[in-house]
């Protein structure tokens, strides 16, 4: 009970209108530096940290909360926009938030990924309040082995998903685990596939292997489009009604809390993430997709 008294007094603390306001500035200025690929949420709250010397600590801790959630947000929009993800956990919106934008639908798509992840955000830090020493000490106990199988199952995952072909996946993923294997090594110390170059010294990023992957891609795809003469724009038609239409969230709220509830146990592990959780929660939408629903997935 002492948890949910200090959830509540917490509320009606951030529930202030001045308050309101340092989360507003803190969202619009996270979303605004979140929207360029490659930086990310925790990037963008070290640039900005500088604007809360300022504040009071309750204040400032509610813009870096703005901050954060904003740059999030900041990802799925490019990811949707230009299929260009702004980090690796945007990299399933941009799989079928940019075929929702060609088709006319992206006011949709970022009315979906906003709301979900208000939803989802919002369940996580209310279940996190309440469990939190006993996911701390269940965190502590997990042992190389259960890195091992939690790594298993999401290569297993990303490669059955990628592509038509599971072979072309399974290949794709061991692509990705060459490149991982660029840097030092941390058992050892000794540089791996550097070639002797300091600049792969750290590693190669994943987020910019992304980037690369999908702008790239991207790019090339426009400019072979632009040789055969202009890109047909599908323009975006009915105002606000475009958003979200009853039938979207009929449709939506039930995935929000199948995401929730494999995004939730997934983050307190410290090896999971928000890559692991992205892709086991569009595994399990594709599978339990059925009839015209599946049809539309891809």
Do not use: C
Request: hydrophobic share 50%; proline share 5%.
């Amino acid at each position: 009970m002492d948890n949910f008294f200090m959830l509540m007094e917490g509320f009606a603390t951030a529930m202030q209108p001045i308050y309101l306001l340092f989360a507003l500035g803190g969202v619009l200025v996270g979303t605004a530096v979140g929207v360029l690929p490659g930086i990310g949420p925790a990037m963008t709250v070290a640039l900005l940290m500088p604007i809360t010397y300022s504040l009071e600590p309750t204040a400032a801790i509610i813009v870096f909360a703005g901050i954060y959630y904003g740059g999030m947000y900041g990802g799925s929009t490019t990811s949707i926009l230009l299929n260009t993800p702004g980090e690796s956990s945007s990299i399933v919106t941009a799989l079928e938030g940019n075929k929702m934008a060609k088709a006319g639908r992206g006011a949709a798509a970022l009315a979906t990924a906003a709301v979900g992840s208000f939803v989802a955000g919002t369940i996580a830090t209310v279940l996190l309040s309440f469990v939190a020493p006993y996911v701390a000490a269940f965190a502590v106990q997990i042992g190389p082995v259960e890195y091992v199988a939690l790594m298993v199952v999401a290569f297993l995952t990303v490669g059955a998903l990628l592509g038509s072909s599971v072979l072309r996946g399974l290949a794709s993923l061991g692509l990705g685990l060459f490149i991982a294997l660029v840097g030092f090594d941390s058992l050892t110390a000794q540089q791996r596939y550097t070639f002797g170059s300091p600049f792969l010294a750290d590693g190669i990023d994943v987020v910019l292997v992304a980037v690369a992957l999908f702008a790239v891609g991207e790019a090339l795809y426009v400019a072979s489009r632009l040789r055969h003469g202009p890109i047909k724009v599908i323009p975006v038609t009915g105002g606000w009604t475009s958003w979200l239409r009853k039938d979207d969230l009929r449709r939506s709220w039930k995935p929000w809390l199948r995401g929730t509830l494999i995004g939730f146990p997934v983050g307190t592990i410290p090896a999971g993430g928000a890559d692991v959780a992205t892709f086991l929660s569009y595994a399990s939408e594709r599978k339990l997709a059925k009839g015209e629903n599946k049809k539309q997935f891809g």
